[in-house]
Nanobody
């Protein structure tokens, strides 16, 4: 059974930083892209960032320059370093995995594996 388990969410003041991590298990993730989506209350789940097996990175325009995604293929882990956080970054952040590529054009139904989500709250 494939599992993606997120950690690292929490409450932070605007301008602060957080680091999210996601650990994958239950299969080999060779060739899989891993990434992050987020969903604020009453809104759609939106793409945030992703990284391919080979290390190519993709970011949404709203986080480019503030968020950095990285992965450790040996440990099946992906990380999201978030700096200069804004109140509009408040959302539940979901880890995702898909064979091939995840980017801003990836639709939710095309992502087979999701984590349970971790809350990020940025106060003013």
């Amino acid at each position: 059974q494939v599992q993606l388990v997120e950690s690292g969410g929490g409450l932070v003041q605007a301008g602060g930083s957080l680091r999210l991590s996601c650990a994958g298990s239950g299969r080999t993730f060779s060739g899989y892209a891993m990434g992050w989506f987020r969903q604020a209350p009453g809104k759609e789940r939106d793409f945030v960032a992703a990284i391919s097996w080979g290390g190519s990175q993709y970011y949404s325009d709203s986080v480019k320059g503030r968020f950095t995604i990285s992965r450790d293929n040996a440990k099946n882990m992906v990380h999201l370093q978030m700096i200069s956080l804004k109140p509009e970054d408040t959302a539940v952040y979901y880890c995702a995995a898909r064979f091939g590529v995840i980017n801003g054009s990836t639709q939710r139904p095309n992502v087979p594996y999701w984590g349970q989500g971790t809350q990020v709250t940025v106060s003013r």
